[in-house]
């Protein structure tokens, strides 16, 4: 497969505790990319990466954060969790500017 | 104004026939589109990439685009009920940014 993984696959947590998902690629692309999928708003870009510790927001990164410290590894961390925040997550990787993105197999959140 | 749109659908073609989906950006500067296939629960995956003004086929594919008019579409030939699910629209934004549209869901009907 594509070589990128993300964990956990599915996660319940309370509202107001933070989470952490994992992104890993095996690669050695550039480029990182971390959205949100809900009904009816297609996928949405939280945050984006160019390379290690270089990271930027998205449309919707308010409430999240991420960090990117090795290539390989994208970690996006919701500070204190919200239902608003139940949705699924994809991570995605790019090897260059203009190429296809390749996607992780998703994590399905729900915040109770 | 959402910077990448699509009509969300669902938009119903019967079998054998030709689906068209469309997908307009706001970003001028934008000089790389791509199309993903997303079926129910799983991960979008690529069904092709556009740079150039006009047409470009691979197999029943076909993706068309046109920058003065910031419009780039999607035609499926000859449908297959297999090819119902959500398509997305994809554009690389600046340097790194890359936008998708909210899909356009199809139903081909056997």
């Known amino acids: 497969d594509a070589g990128i993984t993300q964990s956990p696959r599915h996660k319940v947590t309370e509202t107001g505790t933070p989470v952490t998902l994992r992104c890993h690629q095996t690669e050695n692309h550039r480029y990182m990319y971390w959205y949100r999928q809900d009904p009816g708003h297609g996928l949405r870009l939280i945050h984006y990466?160019?390379?290690?510790?270089?990271?930027d927001k998205g449309e919707v990164s308010d409430g999240y954060s991420v960090s990117r410290s090795k290539t390989e590894d994208f970690l996006l961390t919701l500070e204190s969790a919200t239902s608003s925040q139940t949705s699924v997550y994809f991570c995605?990787?790019?090897?260059?500017?203009?190429?296809?993105?390749?996607f992780g197999q998703g994590t399905r959140l729900t915040v109770v | 104004q959402k910077e990448v749109e699509q009509n969300s659908g669902p938009l119903s073609v019967p079998e054998g026939a030709i689906a068209s989906l469309n997908c307009t950006y706001s970003?001028?500067?934008?000089?790389?589109f791509f199309w993903y296939r997303q079926y129910s629960g799983k991960s979008p995956e690529l069904i092709m990439s556009?740079?150039?003004?006009g047409d470009k086929e691979d197999g029943r594919f076909t993706a068309q685009l046109n920058k003065a008019s910031q419009y780039v579409s999607l035609l499926i030939r000859d449908s297959q009920p297999s090819d119902s699910a959500t398509y997305l629209c994809?554009?690389?934004?600046?340097?790194?940014?890359?936008?998708f549209g909210t899909g356009t869901r199809l139903k081909v009907l056997a």
């Open positions: 556009i740079y150039s003004n």
């Open positions: 970003d001028r500067g934008s000089q790389s």
């Open positions: 990466s160019y390379g290690v510790k270089d990271t």
């Open positions: 994809a554009v690389s934004e600046g340097t790194y940014k890359y936008i």
């Open positions: 995605a990787m790019r090897p260059g500017k203009d190429t296809e993105a390749f």
